[in-house]
């Protein structure tokens, strides 16, 4: 298994700032990935994270707006850019031991302004 | 979209045995089904995953069809802590890995 932190847990932020969040793992993983969840709703994922080159985006989602870096196997972070109340949200971040098992980490819980 | 159908909501009995079914009738032949769940203010826990045969570990049983349309998950003894929506999902190689959540099953375990 796999244990996924992130930072900040939670943040309110005001209308057009931008808010970094980092997602650590204990230990390598082949993929990760970030997700949104507003409130009372199931998972939309975000991006694929790639290690050391661009992540590749969902439809819906552009870099512009959520730009992500994975500079190495066990980090990654997801700014969220220019930020707007639409934008308030959990982010969580996922990453991949195994083919397709997931461990996630805990969110981290937007409110903009 | 998802390309599983599941029950909104479900209720179950403290120490009964819950089962959640999902229906997949378009999965392929190289797509697995898994499933996680998500208890409240949580990230997401993997549960557990098949191809076509019956698959158990130490939290839950999956049970597929043998035409594979359709699959149930099986909490053997539910417990209050097993209160949380239940996601099932398929996914394969073609997928590289991406998990896409459907809407998934609230079970409310009640004593």
């Known amino acids: 298994s796999a244990v996924i932190s992130q930072k900040p847990s939670r943040d309110i932020c005001q209308r057009g700032t931008s808010l970094t969040i980092q997602c650590q793992v204990d230990?390598?993983?082949?993929?990760m990935f970030w997700y949104r969840q507003q409130p009372g709703q199931s998972l939309t994922l975000i991006a694929t994270?790639?290690?050391?080159?661009?992540?590749?985006?969902e439809s819906g989602f552009v870099i512009d707006k959520f730009p992500i870096s994975r500079p190495n196997l066990t980090f990654s972070t997801l700014t969220v850019s220019n930020m707007s109340p639409e934008d308030s949200s959990i982010y969580l971040c996922?990453?991949?031991?195994?083919?397709?098992?997931?461990?996630f980490g805990p969110g981290t819980r937007l409110t903009v302004l | 979209d998802a390309k599983t159908t599941q029950p909104p909501s479900m209720d179950c009995a403290e120490g009964r045995a819950a089962n959640l079914p999902c229906n997949h009738s378009?999965?392929?032949?190289?797509?697995?089904v898994y499933w996680y769940r998500q208890i409240h203010s949580q990230g997401p826990q993997y549960i557990i995953h098949?191809?076509?045969n019956n698959e158990t570990n130490e939290m839950a049983s999956l049970i597929i069809t043998e035409d594979r349309k359709s699959s149930t998950l099986i909490l053997p003894h539910a417990t209050l802590r097993d209160t949380a929506v239940y996601y099932c999902?398929?996914?394969?190689?073609?997928?590289?890995?991406?998990?896409?959540f459907g809407q998934g099953t609230t079970l409310q375990v009640k004593p």
């Open positions: 996922s990453g991949e031991l195994s083919w397709n098992e997931q461990f």
């Open positions: 098949g191809l076509k």
């Open positions: 999902i398929v996914s394969g190689s073609s997928n590289t890995g991406k998990l896409i």
């Open positions: 994270a790639n290690q050391g080159s661009e992540a590749t985006y």
């Open positions: 230990s390598q993983v082949t993929m």
């Open positions: 378009t999965i392929s032949g190289n797509e697995y």
